[in-house]
């Protein structure tokens, strides 16, 4: 197997499959001039002050110093740098063709027709001083994994558990887009199908009262509510509480899986803890497993809006139209804008952990980033926690900070999370259950308990990006159908719903 792997023709560096000892053949008649570590670029060709660099045949920076052959490129010879980009609206764009055998999982099908993966009792939180309460509710139901037979829900097999979601926000806040957002999520969640039933716990005082949540997003009638300050205080809130979920176990139980289109997964795509072997194994195996959802019928939806800044031009390429490709654009604008209000740059997305796996700028991270969400047509762009209603590839706008994105997805929707890393992320997202992708076999090994799928293989050479895909496609299909993913056996998925929190706190 070849030390090294070179994406495109036109790049002008190529990616360490392990760590290159100095001098290290790495193209015909060059070699390394250092030791370069596994996942980072060398370069195969000289580059000059200001000289766009280039992987997977785009621009991912500019050299700030010469770079000779053989040479480690990174931050110490790499920089962002401006480019012109041509959206071309729709070039690319192309019939999605449907596969011939449609594939189906077992889920469950809920009274209004939408399709759950998972069957859990909700408690959404309207404000931060109402999160111990709702924990005690929700603790009350939890399994003691010190005492064995000590499981509330064991005579509730169909119930996978009672999820309090809490926050940091609620009050001390503005009346505008933060507590609109805000309350578009706890809406997403409270209608998502993933619960059977769903109480929301308030203190009373907050600026997110919940009757204004309940008038603004039309929840009146679906969801059961609960004020400490009505109540009585803490202990009456919580006997209320716990007698609420009492009540509904039974019903919730009732529920029973049943044979379901694959048409019916509406699949979150997220990454974190990112290397450079990202874009070269997970991200395209999952967007080949990606384009299988897509051609039965189903939706997945990229977001990480900073993850995706300078790639978006490729993005509106695919665009059904013109307006769908310019919101995409809109939404990077206001990102510009946002970060440079803030007295921040894009650039600051790549976190040490991407540094140090290999990805040296945004353009960098962003290329491999947006290889998760495949090849079809961007059939439409949402805002952060808007309701996904489109079949097929989706754009939500959340920032790349992961249980922030992951929020506004599931609140969107989606009934699957698939997550790829490469330096070893640790998440869940409950109702939904979260798929862990690792892009390289050791950390694959060396996380075994967190991980779920091993990506590595396509690095390895015992499996092709398609092979891995459709792989990827069928742990979709299984984990959809009830089996538990390694997040879940851990218990994750609760402290990770984290709703974005917009303007000033006061």
């Known amino acids: 197997m070849e030390s090294v792997i070179r994406l495109h023709e036109e790049d002008g560096v190529v990616i360490a499959r392990r760590a290159l000892p100095e001098g290290t053949p790495v193209a015909p008649n060059v070699v390394a001039r250092a030791r370069i570590p596994a996942g980072h670029k060398v370069a195969v060709r000289g580059h000059a002050p200001g000289q766009e660099i280039r992987r997977y045949g785009q621009i991912i920076g500019f050299a700030t110093q010469p770079i000779a052959p053989g040479e480690w490129v990174h931050t110490q010879n790499c920089a962002m740098g401006d480019f012109a980009r041509d959206y071309a609206w729709g070039v690319d764009a192309k019939p999605t063709e449907p596969v011939s055998v449609p594939e189906h999982f077992m889920g469950i099908r809920r009274a209004d027709g939408k399709i759950a993966t998972r069957n859990y009792i909700g408690i959404i939180t309207s404000v931060n001083c109402s999160a111990h309460v ?29 999820v309090a979601l809490t926050h940091k926000t609620g009050c001390g806040m503005t009346e505008g887009e933060p507590l609109r957002v805000l309350r578009r999520v706890l809406a997403g969640f409270a209608r998502h199908p993933n619960f059977s039933h769903v109480i929301a716990i308030g203190l009373g005082c907050e600026v997110n009262q919940l009757g204004g949540l309940l008038e603004e997003q039309r929840l009146a009638g679906r969801l059961r ?3 400490i300050q009505e109540s009585g205080g803490t202990r009456r809130t919580v006997e209320a509480g716990i007698s609420f979920v009492q009540e509904v176990l039974g019903e919730a139980n009732a529920v029973k899986r049943e ?3 694959a048409s019916a997964l509406k699949v ?15 991200n395209p195996a999952l967007g080949a497993a990606s384009d299988l959802v897509v051609r ?5 939806i990229l977001s990480e809006s900073p993850e995706t800044y300078g790639a978006e031009h490729l993005l509106t390429r695919r665009a059904v139209s013109p307006e769908v490709g310019q919101k995409l654009v809109d939404v990077m604008k206001w990102w510009e804008a946002y970060t440079e209000r803030e007295g ?15 990805l040296t700028t ?5 290329l491999g980033a947006m290889a998760k969400a495949g090849t079809t047509n961007l059939v439409d762009v949402v805002r952060y926690a808007e309701p996904v209603t489109a079949p097929g590839f989706v754009f939500m706008d959340t920032p790349g900070y992961d249980p922030v994105g992951a929020t506004g997805q599931v609140a969107g929707g989606a009934n699957l999370m698939c997550f790829t890393t490469g330096r070893g992320s640790v998440f869940g997202c409950k109702p939904a259950p979260s798929l862990k992708l690792a892009t390289n076999t050791a950390m694959f090994r060396h996380m075994e308990e967190d991980m779920d799928i091993n990506c590595g293989t396509v690095l390895d050479g015992t499996e092709s990006v398609l092979e891995c895909g459709e792989r990827i496609f069928r742990h979709m299909l299984a984990t959809a159908s009830g089996e538990p993913t390694k997040s879940e056996a851990l218990g994750f998925g609760d402290a990770e719903f984290a709703p974005w929190v917009l303007g000033a706190t006061m």
């Open 296 to 300: 039965h019928g189903g939706t997945v």
């Open 225 to 227: 509510t609960l004020n």
């Open 362 to 366: 945004i353009l960098e991270k962003s």
């Open 134 to 162: 709702a924990d005690l509710i929700a603790r009350s139901f939890t399994k003691n994994p010190f005492r064995p037979g000590d499981d509330p829900l064991a005579d509730y097999g169909a119930v996978d558990g009672v």
């Open 344 to 358: 921040a740059e894009m650039n600051a997305n790549p976190s040490p952990g991407n540094k140090a796996g290999g």
């Open 259 to 261: 044979p379901v289109p």
């Open 268 to 282: 979150a795509l997220q990454c974190g803890g990112s290397d450079g072997y990202s874009g070269i194994t997970a």
